[in-house]
Nanobody, 128 residues
């Protein structure tokens, strides 16, 4: 049973920073290790649809960001620990949302439908 567990969310003032982590565990349906999965971060604010934030290729060699977070957020991964991170700097009130990590086999996509596994989410609240 695959588990993606996010952590690191919380309440922060505008301009502050948070680092989210997503730890993967369990056996995938493909039988492949998580190091072969592209990983993504999405977020969903109250009353809004889930939106793409950032993604990283299985090797970590390529990353992609939504325009709204480019230059402020950094996605990274440690395959030895089956963990992906999202460093969030210069946070704004509009970054307030539940943040989800997701895993996609051999893929790096901005589309939520392209992901095979999802975490339960961690709340990030940015006060003004």
């Amino acid at each position: 049973q695959v588990q993606l567990v996010e952590s690191g969310g919380g309440l922060v003032q505008a301009g502050g920073s948070l680092r989210l982590s997503c730890a993967a565990s369990g056996r995938t349906a493909s039988g492949r290790p998580f190091s072969t999965y592209g990983m993504g971060w999405f977020r969903q604010a109250p009353g809004k649809e889930r939106e793409f934030v950032a993604a990283i290729r299985w090797s970590g060699a390529y990353t992609y960001y939504a325009d709204s977070v480019k230059g402020r957020f950094t996605i990274s991964r440690d395959n030895a620990k089956n963990t992906v991170y999202l460093q969030m700097n210069s946070l704004k009130p509009e970054d307030t949302a539940v943040y989800y990590c997701a895993a996609a086999l051999l893929s790096m996509t901005t589309e939520s439908a392209g992901y095979d596994y999802w975490g339960q989410g961690t709340q990030v609240t940015v006060s003004s």
